[in-house]
T-cell receptor, first 113, second 113 residues
Framework: GDSVTQMEGPVTLSEEAFLTINCTYT??????LFWYVQYPGEGLQLLLK?????DKGSNKGFEATYRKETTSFHLEKGSVQVSDSAVYFC????????????FGGGTRVLVKP | DVKVTQSSRYLVKRTGEKVFLECVQD?????MFWYRQDPGLGLRLIYF???????EKGDIPEGYSVSREKKERFSLILESASTNQTSMYLC????????????FGQGTRLTVV
């Protein structure tokens, strides 16, 4: 079945540091890939997505590229801020009936001033 | 504005009780999902539905059932609550299709004592 594996946290960084969160997936066919973010005390919200191979999703300075050859969708940001402290979830959506949405385990990121 | 509303933010129930968690969306979405979120385990899919009266098991359906009698409402039922069902429960909805974004409710923190 579909699955998503992402690096475990917590990840602790200083402000303006470079952030990478690794995500790899297993799926039948060619799924769509997503990054969701959960800020403290809030619900999940979409950060970015990519729907086919070599697509790059971007939002709020974050980027991720859909790599079919390595089945990966790593999240990056060049210069993090304290306000980026959150839990980040990688997810995939398959093409079977109902388009099941499968999440990874989440990575907590803490950015210190 | 998109809205997914879960009936309770916090709930405390006794072991053996039948528990109903309600979720309502106002966007005429075809797909609805129930997840539980536990530290270190990420979001795990319990059930999802892609049409009225249609339901599919997710990855951890044991001990749960669902009901979708109307398009806007998706209910999660704990037939006989147990302490290992203490968790954060998240409801989401989305339009049909593999590329579409899911919208999440604020979550229900359920404690079974």
């Amino acid at each position: 079945g579909d699955s998503v594996t992402q690096m475990e946290g917590p990840v602790t960084l200083s402000e303006e540091a470079f952030l990478t969160i690794n995500c790899t997936y297993t799926a039948t066919g060619y799924p769509s890939l997503f990054w969701y973010v959960q800020y403290p005390g809030e619900g999940l919200q979409l950060l970015l997505k990519a729907t086919k191979a070599d697509d790059k999703g971007s939002n709020k300075g974050f980027e991720a590229t859909y790599r079919k050859e390595t089945t990966s969708f790593h999240l990056e940001k060049g210069s993090v801020q304290v306000s980026d402290s959150a839990v980040y979830f990688c997810a995939l959506r398959g093409k079977a009936a109902g388009n099941k949405l499968t999440f990874g385990g989440g990575t907590r990121v803490l950015v210190k001033p | 504005d998109v809205k997914v509303t879960q009936s309770s933010r916090y709930l405390v129930k006794r072991t053996g009780e039948k528990v109903f968690l309600e979720c309502v969306q106002d966007m005429d979405h075809e797909n609805m999902f129930w997840y539980r979120q536990d530290p270190g385990l990420g979001l795990r899919l319990i059930y999802f539905s892609y049409d009225v009266k249609m339901k599919e098991k997710g990855d951890i359906p044991e001990g749960y059932s669902v009901s979708r009698e109307k398009k806007e409402r998706f209910s999660l039922i704990l037939e006989s609550a147990s302490t290992n069902q203490t968790s954060m429960y998240l409801c989401a909805s989305s339009p049909g299709g593999v590329n579409t974004e899911a919208f999440f409710g604020q979550g229900t923190r359920l404690t079974v004592v």
